[in-house]
């Protein structure tokens, strides 16, 4: 063995009715790139939690030894002293203060007078957030850089911090590809120079790329730690360590029965910028998704998609729209999405934190927020039939929960996924549309979610999906419409298509 800069020793961590960790192991040599595997719910969340202070020695078993040393951190504080600095699921940065002041927020920079010394916070911020390759102004508003370079700025504070040990939990789960890599080659260069690290990812690609070794979690417990260069270090013994078996397919089969009847057509829609009208977000779009028919929309990151689809689910973003929306050839008017969700659709937002869940109620509140209707009888909540609805959509989604009344917050990112499409598949829409379905989403779990999607279009709805992973769409899809750019500039069949084909598409009308 090496040098070992971290060792957890039999860490169990309990919360009521959940046993999170059960006397799991992990080693960490210096100067790794080590990452940490498993499931959605397996655990991986809160053992970073647990090595940082998040929660307290205390309120865990076993032992951390850092440096040799048996470590009790008792806050984040502590744990940031020792050079050990962790970047969450959700990003935590503050939209409307600037890069810099968010890098020394609660450290705050002070002159001898006790009051913030803004050019020492400009200057060290930019010297940080050269380390990591941004080049912008520290004094930029954090809204105004995409995620991409957000998730940068997240680093660079962690240098500001001295980091020794970098944990990053699903750090690309929002970033496109490009941006993904770019990251990804950033911890490689600080490898050299000595930085540890462990990296949470669902994207098993992204491990073989970067990563030493990989430890694998399931229900709580560590079943195994493989070795690059030693061990078999390829995505399907990954999955075979995750899931406990070996999956053949990552996409169920369908039939691909596409019906000659339209479910949604769109056509002409044009979308302005709601803050900046005079910027066009959406040009002229025109599709239609038959019955029975998954339908893709690939792009990157600014292409439009989100903007589109929430603009068609009652107008839900944007200004001066408009285009006309045909429903099963009938011509409708959205305004509001109260109005899309009582014509059947259903639109699955990318950012579940802010659009989809409440998180502070429970699975079973969650579940029939969109269609309530469905679960009252004369204006009044009938708690029986709301209580089925829910232990009838959390077991169909094979959301991990100890009961429908978990709180969704208290769910791993992926099971509040889950709790969320749950929420749609109760709406029983005509029409669903997807967006990021899978983001942060375990590949076992994918799997499960294709199937009910091939099972909705199976049933005649239309679906749909809006993914930045390209190998999703050809996938699981019958067509896929290809945007760039605000423009739509590209359709394909996806059985006859390539990742190459749909990124030719994108750079010939890439300026
Ligand atoms: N604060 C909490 N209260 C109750 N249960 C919790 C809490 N935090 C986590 N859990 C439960 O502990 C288990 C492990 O969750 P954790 O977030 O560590 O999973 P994960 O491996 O990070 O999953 P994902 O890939 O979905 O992010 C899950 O069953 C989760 O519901
Ligand atoms: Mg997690």
Redesign the pocket.
Known sequence: MGDIILEMKSITKE??G?K?LDNVNLVVERGEIHALI??????????MNVLSGIYPAGTYDGEIYYDGELCQFKTLKDSEAKGIVIIH?ELALIPLLTIGENMFLGNEKKNRFGSIDWDQTYNEAEKHMKQVGLHESAQTLIKDIGTGKQQLVEIAKAFSKNVKLLILD?PTSSLNDEDAKMLLDLLIEFKKDGLTSII?T?KLNEIIYCADKATI?RD?STIETLVKGIDDFSEDRIIRGMVGRAMDDRYPEREHNVSSEVGLEVKNWTVHHPLYPEKIVDDNISFKVHKGEVVGFSGLQGAGRTELAMSIFGRSYGTDISGEIYLEGKKIDLKTPEQAIHNKIAYVTEDRKTNGLILGESIRFNTTLARLDKVCSNGVIDSTAEKKAAEEMTEEMGT??PSIE?MIG??????QQKALLGKWMFAEPNVLILDEPTR?I?VGAKYDIYCLINQMVDNGKSVIMISSEMPELIGMCDRIYIMNEGELCGEVEAKNTTQEEIMGYIMSTAN
């Open positions: 919360f009521p959940v999170a498993g499931e959605n719910g397996a655990g991986k969340s809160t053992l699921q699903e949470i669902h979690l709580g991990k929960t978990q208290n769910l791993s990112g992926g099971n942060g375990d």
